[in-house]
């Protein structure tokens, strides 16, 4: 046992003694490991932030039900129905308050403007807390919140390029109600040809929230295949699960990641194998077999992804500044639970990218290992 703990505590000296003669590539090698893992969390990070930004958001409506088109998606919602389902579904039993909104792209990646009805949409949230301005005066009239005003750099009565037209800025708005930018539903549809009375999404207030899976069941069967959710089931599904673009997206990354690590650590270790050839060569003519050069080269991969794997958990909390300072509308959250999913995922990437130039060192024959030059 005592032999056993000592060999093991040589080869670790051996792993360490080993980074540490290359300290420029071992710094090398572990901040390429961290970009690829402050990569994989950055991207979940930012993809729950802003799925619980848009979830938030869509709670402080104040409805207890959500009605969106069949086949219609959380993100985006490009499906539009006529606006008089909303408006049966306001005589049905237990139903208070109804309003729909109309959103429509407004060009760039996740950037949307959203027509709001102000009358009916104060009267179920509670309106807007007016930082600067006030409601739509003129058609042309637009709200933003104070966040899109500051990434925008806008103030009250600036002029906003939105749909190849221009918007006067009259209302800067608390954050954390609905959209970021909003206009008159009417104006918007006719700037978006989607037809009169279209909406995107209805928002349903009821008398009791108690009543809200009875009023659900109730509509179903009234009204067929619509998409009906409770506002408070909005967690499950602003989800990066739910949406399977995001997540195949999410995939993606995490495969190049993967490719990152490997191609990474296979040079580095390459590289530093053929270097030590005549290493090898002294260990294995003192009786080192091949598993234990293998053993050696492997945790020193071990060692380099767990210090990148640390680098990059450190680096996303740069990202978030950097994301925060400079692009406000779009949210990132430390993901502690991908820590050790970007960890294994960096080691994995790392131990694939260690295993031939690993085999190719316990190969080496005594012989040719002393001559090389």
Known sequence: MMAMKASFHLINKLVVENLKHRPVRTLLSALAIGVQVTMVLTLVGVSQGVLQDSARRSKAVGADI????????????????????????????????????????????????????????????????????????????????????????????????????????CGIVEPGKLARVMMRIDVLRELSSTGSN??????????????????????KQKLGPYRLDSMADLASLYSVSSIPILSNFIDIIIALAVLIGFLV????????????????GVLKALGASPAYVLNVLMRETTLLAIIGSILGILLTYGTRWLIQA?????????????????????LAGAWLGAAY????????????ALSYE
């Open 357 to 368: 130039p690993g085999l190719k060192a316990a190969r080496q024959q005594v012989i040719e």
């Open 66 to 169: 959500m009605v969106r088109a069949p086949g219609s998606s959380i993100i985006g919602g490009s499906v539009n129905y006529p606006e008089k389902v909303l408006k049966l579904i306001a005589t049905f039993p237990h139903v208070k308050l109804t309003t729909g909104t109309l959103v429509v792209p407004a060009g760039g990646l996740l950037s949307y403007v959203t027509g709001i009805d102000l009358p009916s949409f104060s009267a179920m949230s509670g309106g807007f807390r007016y930082l600067k301005g006030g409601p739509f005066r003129d058609p042309y009239d637009v709200i933003i919140d104070e966040v899109y005003a500051r990434e925008q750099h806008l103030h009250i009565n600036d002029t906003l390029h939105l749909l190849n037209k221009q918007w006067r800025v």
């Open 326 to 346: 400079f692009v406000p509308s779009m949210p990132q959250l430390i993901v502690y639970d991908w820590w050790p999913i970007a960890a294994a995922i960096a």
């Open 265 to 280: 650590v296979f040079l580095s270790m390459y590289t530093a194998v053929l270097e030590r050839t005549r290493e090898i």
């Open 198 to 219: 279209q909406i995107t999404v209805g928002y349903v207030k009821l008398d009791d929230p108690a009543n809200t899976q009875e009023t659900i069941a109730y509509i």
